[in-house]
């Protein structure tokens, strides 16, 4: 499962919330991030969170970290069984690359398929197995909101330091690609309490048959 959202959407108390509930029904769990996961993919994240680049230069980082993630943590977690929690994966960078930045859709799609082929290490567009998250969890509210959230919290990062446009068109990157694919995506109203928030998101995954 994957965990996407505006900054300060405030995806992490029910990502813990659903990992302590897989773990009570007796599940491993592996709970991992993006950009991150791996000790390559941290760098990776370091760079792309603090020092300036270009779109293109942020994208392919953003795939070479997923693909270093998929191969040494996802993968294998998932051919032993385990529960995967992911916060944020490829729908983020279509929000925020292809979204926030502009960065072309279709491109990202052909990154996509080398980046997440779960067959080939040498991937090539055959797209013979796209590895992708079995449900979506998207924290959907309003980007004033999200940034009454963020205010003052800590020093912001090269995505939370954006104007409201900015999250406006993340926003509407999360919109299209949920639009693309429904049955992965549940859209949870992340406006509301942190309560009610709870209860959907644990609905959306009863929802699957789990828990
Ligand atoms: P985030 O989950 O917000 O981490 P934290 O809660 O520690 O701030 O993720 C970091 C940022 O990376 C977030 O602003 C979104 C951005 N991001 C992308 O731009 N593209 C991506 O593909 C991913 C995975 C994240």
Redesign the pocket.
């Known amino acids: 499962m994957s965990f996407e959202g505006i900054?300060g959407a405030g995806k992490?108390t029910h990502i813990d919330a659903l990992a302590g509930a897989f773990r009570a029904a007796g599940r491993t769990v592996v709970l991992t991030?993006?950009?991150g996961g791996t000790p390559l993919a941290e760098k990776i994240r370091a760079l792309v969170?603090h020092e300036p680049m270009g779109p293109l230069t942020e994208a392919l980082l953003?795939f070479a970290a997923r693909r270093d993630h998929i191969e040494q943590v996802i993968a294998p977690a998932l051919a032993r069984g385990e529960v995967v929690l992911c916060?944020?994966?490829t729908d983020?960078?279509f929000a925020?690359?292809g979204g926030g930045r502009g960065f072309d859709w279709d491109s990202l799609s052909k990154l996509e398929l080398l980046a997440q082929d779960r067959q080939a290490p040498e991937a090539n567009l055959a797209h013979k197995d796209l590895l992708q998250p079995d449900l979506t969890i998207w924290f959907d509210l309003p980007p004033a909101v999200a940034a009454e959230r963020l205010a003052g919290a800590r020093v912001p990062?090269r995505?939370?330091s954006q104007p409201a446009a900015f999250f406006d068109a993340v926003r509407a990157g999360y919109a299209r690609r949920a639009a693309e694919a429904p049955a992965r995506f549940a859209r949870i109203d992340a406006s509301q309490p942190r309560d009610a928030v709870g209860v959907d998101v644990r609905a959306a995954v009863q929802g699957r048959g789990w828990l």
């Open positions: 900054d992490s991030r993006e950009p969170l953003m916060d944020r994966f983020a960078t925020y690359q990062d995505f939370e």
